[in-house]
C-alpha cells in the first residue's frame, strides 16, 4: 500500500510534467511567431519593387525578429547563457543562488511573519470558534475512537512497564508514609462523635457481643480461654470455672444488653469519654504520633504490601488494554463527551473566545520574537540545498510559461514599434 508521502511526490511529479509541456508548448509558439517574422520579411524584401505597401511590411517583420530575439535573449538570460556563450551578466539565477534564498527568506520574514500579520490573521480566523465547531461536529468526535484507541494501545504496549511498575510502587509507598494517620484517625473520631455515629459503632459491638455470648456451643471456648488468661492449672479450679462460666456469662450478656437498650446507659458517657480522650491522643501526643508512624513505614515496607504495590500498574495497564480492545471503549466514550462539552462551551462562551484567541495570539507574538530571523535562516537554508541548475528549473517550471509571453509581446510590439518609425520615416520624406 502506497504511504500519503509517495501518493504526495506523485502528484507533484504530474503537476512538474505539467508545468513543462505547457512551457514547451509556449516556447514553440513564441518561436513560430519569430519564424513568421522571418518569413514576412523574406517575402516583404522579394516584392518590396512592386508596391510601397511592401516596405511597411518589411519595417513590421525587420523590428518584430529584433523585439522576438532580444526578448529571447532576454528570457533565456535569466535562467543559462544564451547559445552557450558566458555573456557577461547572463543566467542570473543560478549565479545569484545565494543571494536569491538570502533575500527571500528576509522578505518572507520582514512582510509576510510579522507580529501584525500573524496576529491580525489570528483575529480574522476566530481559532477558538473554529475549534469549538469542529469539536462539536459528531464526525469529528466519531472519527476519534477507532484512531485514538489505535494510538493509545500502541502508546501503553511501547513504554517501559519495568520503570514505571517501580516508579508506581515508590510514589505510592511515598505517598503512604507521608499520610498523617494519628492526625487523620483523631479527626474521624471527632467527626464520629459529632454526628453520634461512635454510639452506632458500640451498639454494633454490643451486638456482636451478645450474640457470641448468646451462642451455647461457644460457651467451652469461653471458658477455656479464662483459664488459660488467668493461668488456672489446679483441676478442681478448673471444674470450678467451667461450672461457674453458663451463669457469669449469662450474667455478662444482661449486662450487655442493658447498655444496649438504654441510650442513657452511664456505660455509654463512660465510652463518650474514653473515645474523646482517644481523639485527643490521637491528636495532640506526639509520642502516640510516632509509635503510629513508625508501624506506618513498617507496615507499608512490608513485602506483602510492596507486592500489592507493585501490581498497581500492571492491573492498571491491564484494564486500560482491555477497554481499548472493545468496540467503544469506556475510556473514549469518556473523551468524547470531554470533548463535546469543550466544543459546546467554546462555541456558547465568548469570553472564553476571547480570552482563547488573546493567548493563541500572544502565544504566537512570543514564537515570533523568540525566533526571528529563524525562518529566513531556514529559507536559505533550504535553497542552499539545491544545485544552481536545480534552482534555475524549478523556477523556470514556475513562471517560464509566463515569460513565453514576453517574447510574444516583443515580437507584436516590436514589429509595430518598427512600422510607426518606417511610417514616420516616410511622412518626413
Same mark, same amino acid.
Given at each position: 500500500m502506497r504511504t500519503p508521502t509517495e501518493i504526495q511526490q506523485d502528484l507533484d511529479q504530474s503537476a512538474d510534467d505539467l508545468r513543462r509541456l505547457r512551457l514547451r508548448?509556449?516556447?514553440?509558439?513564441?518561436?513560430?511567431?519569430?519564424?513568421?517574422?522571418?518569413?514576412?520579411?523574406?517575402?516583404?524584401?522579394?516584392?518590396?519593387?512592386?508596391?510601397?505597401?511592401?516596405?511597411?511590411?518589411?519595417?513590421?517583420?525587420?523590428?518584430?525578429?529584433?523585439?522576438?530575439?532580444?526578448?529571447?535573449?532576454a528570457v533565456v538570460?535569466?535562467?543559462?547563457?544564451?547559445?552557450?556563450?558566458?555573456?557577461?551578466?547572463?543566467?542570473?539565477?543560478?549565479?545569484?543562488?545565494?543571494?536569491i534564498g538570502r533575500n527571500l527568506g528576509a522578505?518572507?520574514?520582514?512582510?509576510?511573519?510579522?507580529?501584525?500579520?500573524?496576529?491580525?490573521?489570528?483575529?480574522?480566523?476566530? !481559532?477558538?470558534?473554529?475549534?469549538?465547531?469542529?469539536?462539536?461536529?459528531?464526525?469529528?468526535?466519531?472519527?476519534?475512537?477507532?484512531?485514538?484507541?489505535?494510538?493509545?494501545?500502541?502508546?501503553?504496549?511501547?513504554?517501559?512497564?519495568?520503570?514505571?511498575r517501580d516508579k508506581v510502587r515508590a510514589i505510592a509507598s511515598q505517598q503512604l508514609t507521608e499520610v498523617d494517620l494519628s492526625g487523620t484517625a483523631g479527626q474521624l473520631v471527632d467527626r464520629l462523635m459529632q454526628s453520634g455515629r461512635h454510639q452506632e459503632l458500640l451498639d454494633a459491638l454490643l451486638d456482636g457481643a451478645g450474640a457470641y455470648l448468646g451462642d451455647a456451643e461457644k460457651h467451652p471456648t469461653i471458658s477455656q480461654f479464662l483459664i488459660d488468661s488467668l493461668g488456672i492449672e489446679n483441676s478442681i479450679m478448673k471444674m470450678a470455672v467451667?461450672?461457674?462460666?453458663?451463669?457469669?456469662?449469662?450474667?455478662?450478656?444482661?449486662?450487655?444488653?442493658?447498655?444496649?437498650?438504654? !441510650?442513657?446507659h452511664r456505660f455509654r458517657r463512660v465510652f463518650d469519654d474514653w473515645i474523646g480522650d482517644f481523639a485527643l491522643r490521637l491528636k495532640a501526643d506526639p509520642q502516640w504520633a510516632e509509635k503510629i508512624r513508625r508501624h506506618q513505614v513498617e507496615l507499608v515496607q512490608d513485602p506483602q504490601v510492596q507486592g500489592l504495590l507493585s501490581g498497581l500498574w500492571e492491573g492498571l495497564k491491564n484494564r486500560l488494554l482491555h477497554d481499548l480492545s472493545q468496540d467503544q471503549p469506556a475510556?473514549?466514550?469518556?473523551?468524547?463527551?470531554?470533548?463535546?462539552k469543550l466544543g459546546q462551551i467554546l462555541v456558547e462562551k465568548p469570553e472564553l473566545r476571547q480570552w482563547l484567541n488573546q493567548a493563541i495570539e500572544d502565544g504566537s507574538v512570543t514564537l515570533i520574537r523568540k525566533y526571528r530571523g529563524e525562518v529566513g535562516r531556514f529559507i536559505e537554508q533550504q535553497l542552499?540545498?539545491?544545485?544552481?541548475?536545480?534552482?534555475?528549473?524549478?523556477?523556470e517550471l514556475a513562471i517560464g510559461r509566463d515569460l513565453q509571453f514576453i517574447r510574444i509581446n516583443g515580437t507584436i510590439v516590436g514589429g509595430l514599434v518598427g512600422l510607426l518609425i518606417h511610417a514616420v520615416m516616410q511622412a518626413i520624406g
Open positions: 508548448n509556449m516556447r514553440w509558439v513564441a518561436l513560430s511567431l519569430l519564424a513568421g517574422a522571418a518569413c514576412l520579411l523574406a517575402v516583404a524584401h522579394a516584392l518590396r519593387a512592386r508596391h510601397p505597401a511592401w516596405g511597411y511590411v518589411a519595417a513590421f517583420a525587420e523590428a518584430a525578429m529584433v523585439g522576438a530575439v532580444a526578448d529571447w535573449f538570460a535569466l535562467f543559462k547563457h544564451p547559445l552557450g556563450l558566458p555573456i557577461w551578466h547572463t543566467a542570473i539565477i543560478p549565479n545569484s543562488k545565494d543571494t522578505f518572507v520574514e520582514n512582510h509576510f511573519i510579522t507580529e501584525e500579520a500573524i496576529g491580525h490573521k489570528i483575529r480574522q480566523a476566530d !481559532p477558538a470558534r473554529r475549534a469549538g465547531e469542529w469539536l462539536l461536529d459528531p464526525r469529528h468526535t466519531a472519527g476519534l475512537g477507532p484512531s485514538a484507541a489505535s494510538v493509545a494501545r500502541q502508546l501503553i504496549e511501547a513504554l517501559d512497564h519495568e520503570q514505571i467451667n461450672a461457674y462460666a453458663p451463669k457469669s456469662i449469662s450474667s455478662l450478656n444482661q449486662k450487655l444488653d442493658e447498655v444496649r437498650r438504654d !441510650p442513657a475510556l473514549l466514550r469518556q473523551i468524547q463527551d470531554w470533548v463535546q542552499a540545498k539545491w544545485t544552481r541548475e536545480e534552482m534555475s528549473q524549478r523556477i
